[in-house]
């Protein structure tokens, strides 16, 4: 498997809190994802990095922000949580992204619950 | 929206080969196509992929047909462990979305004892 961790791996916070998801990947990808799965769907992308401090958005980016301040790690903050932002998080990392045959490899996921 | 079409679910039993097919048929000539596999909401576990020609590896077998509209996986030997959610995925290859893999619900293979 791929070097990529996630952590925290499950969280429960509150609705109107700051929470702050960490990738960390150790195989030195130049791209890393941040997905997000509800339940019966596929993943949907939030937002890339394509470098350190390179970034841009996903799908589905609204009320998320992210940081990459080096290489490994890949931050993704919820600045004000919502009950809709309850979900499985996915990390990926992949090699160069500008390709149709660069692949993604995922971490294990982090499962956020907001009340 | 997702690119593929794929059944919702199939059976096979262990031992045996699964077929699991894929519908793509307004794939361009320069996207690929992916599958992954996820087992219990474990993060997506990459298989396979290929462009025209067929594949295979240590997992798995893709079979695309010659107008590149459909494919096929195959798992030669089926095992309990393969029970899981496949996602066939044609790789966007669009100026804003080149990054993304589209997701759809995919095929929940269950391997029967």
């Not at chain 2, 290929?50 to 893709?62: D, P, R, V």
Request: hydrophobic share 25%.
């Amino acid at each position: 498997d791929a070097g990529i961790t996630q952590s925290p791996r499950h969280k429960v916070t509150e609705t109107g809190t700051p929470v702050t998801l960490r990738c960390h990947q150790t195989e030195n990808h130049r791209y890393m994802y941040w997905y997000r799965q509800d339940p019966g769907h596929g993943l949907r992308l939030i937002h890339y990095s394509y470098g350190v401090k390179d970034t841009d958005k996903g799908e589905v980016s609204d009320g998320y922000s992210v940081s990459r301040s080096k290489t490994e790690d890949f931050l993704l903050t919820l600045e004000s949580a919502t009950s809709s932002q309850t979900s499985v998080y996915f990390c990926a990392i992949s090699g160069s992204g500008r390709s149709g045959s660069d692949t993604q490899y995922f971490g294990p996921g982090t499962r956020l619950t907001v009340l | 929206d997702a690119k593929t079409t794929q059944p919702p679910s199939m059976d096979c039993a262990e031992g045996r080969a699964a077929n699991l097919p894929c519908n793509h048929s307004t794939i361009s000539g320069n996207e690929y196509v992916y599958w992954y596999r996820q087992i219990h909401s474990q993060g997506p576990q990459y298989i396979i992929h290929g462009l025209k020609n067929n594949e295979t590896n240590e997992m798995a077998s893709l079979i695309i047909t010659e107008d590149r509209k459909s494919s096929t996986l195959i798992l030669p030997h089926a095992t309990l462990r393969d029970t899981a959610v496949y996602y066939c995925i044609v790789r966007a290859w669009e100026k804003d979305s080149n990054y993304q893999l589209i997701w759809g619900a995919g095929t929940k293979l269950i391997i029967k004892p």
